[in-house]
């Protein structure tokens, strides 16, 4: 029996646009202050929200469904990877300055526990660990409602004057 999901997106122009004024504390906090008008295309696209804010650290939060199984049913690892990259990447930007961005470098990935559409609510906890001048190193936790790490990643990010 075929099934059907709606989602919408802000358009990723527009937020960085708004984003390029401000440091990356800022924006972030705008984004989760901003709710639904905030939200990152990727985090519509997968079913996550910003749920918490500070310098060096953000909680991401989201349901897992269905909709996010691989053909041997259970949650793909790819999905679990891309929150746990969002995590770590925002705590990164967290911060930075105005005019100042951060992409990826590498993410290592460690599964620990099958996802399924029973594990229900999930956090992704990113904690910058080492912030240099060019490069960022961050961790992220992926854990469950009764607190179990279900997967770990650590990240490198570069930092860069955007154009």
């Known amino acids: 029996m075929a099934r059907t999901r709606t989602y919408t997106w802000n358009d990723p122009r527009e937020l960085d646009k708004l984003g390029r004024g401000m440091d990356g504390l800022e924006f972030t906090r705008h984004l989760l202050d901003a709710g639904e ?10 079913g996550f929200r910003l749920a918490e804010v500070e310098r060096g650290r953000v909680v ?11 053909p041997i049913g259970m ?23 105005a005019g100042v961005g951060y992409t990826t470098l590498d993410l290592t990935v460690h599964y620990l526990r099958p996802i399924t559409a029973d594990t229900g609510a999930v956090r992704a906890i990113g904690t910058v660990l080492n912030r240099g001048r ?3 190193l961050a961790n992220a936790e992926l854990r469950d409602s ?5 997967a770990h990643a650590t990240s490198s990010c570069m930092v860069f004057d955007q154009p």
């Not at 991401?60 to 691989?70: A, D, F, K």
């Not at 949650?75 to 300055?97: R, Y």
């Open 37 to 46: 008008e905030g939200r990152m295309p990727i985090a519509s696209t997968i």
């Open 60 to 70: 991401l939060v989201g349901e897992i469904g269905e909709h996010l199984y691989n």
């Open 75 to 97: 949650v793909h690892g790819g999905v679990a990877a891309t929150l746990l990259d969002s995590a770590a990447g925002s705590a990164v930007h967290t911060t930075v300055p």
């Open 134 to 136: 060019r490069t960022a």
């Open 146 to 150: 009764a607190d179990r790490l279900l």
